[in-house]
């Protein structure tokens, strides 16, 4: 890719409390030219508590497959894109695979920030061995 390619941020958000928002976070929302998020609604709230207008697009596990070709295209002509999911780290159970591994397979530039993750969330507070360990998914709401 060249110079002039966009860079695909991952954004980690809070898993519940809007503070946990990480000041890194909030300088990436601020520079990029798009969100794209799981839910705009949802999303839309954090971004507002924040004072932060930027275009969104809706980027979910019903249309992911066939909209990230056009994320992908956004990124090559220049754009700065993140990918937020409602809550924690995108890609943990949350849509962003497909777009990923599309931007890894055009060059693109992909950049994950740290920040809130359920699954190591609840793994510090378990009291099981931390040093190794396995996640192979959130319980579902109905067990």
């Known amino acids: 890719m060249t110079d002039l390619t966009g860079i695909l941020y991952i954004v980690a958000t809070p898993i519940g409390n809007l503070q946990d928002i990480t000041q890194r976070a909030l300088e990436t929302f601020a520079q990029v030219d798009l969100i794209a998020a799981e839910d705009t609604r949802h999303s839309g709230l954090l971004l507002s508590h924040y004072g932060i207008k930027k275009p969104f697009f809706a980027l979910h596990d019903h249309n992911e497959q066939e909209k990230a070709h056009i994320l992908v295209e956004k990124l090559k002509q220049g754009s700065n894109i993140a990918l937020i999911s409602d809550a924690g780290t995108p ?3 949350d849509p962003g695979f497909h777009l990923v591994r599309q931007c890894r ?10 920040g809130a993750c359920a699954a190591i969330t609840a793994l510090c507070a378990s ?4 040093d190794r360990f396995c ?5 579902t709401r109905e067990k």
């Open 105 to 114: 397979e055009a060059g693109i530039r992909v950049v994950p920030l740290p």
């Open 127 to 130: 009291g099981i061995a931390s």
């Open 135 to 139: 996640f192979e998914g959130f319980f």
């Open 91 to 93: 890609l943990i159970s």
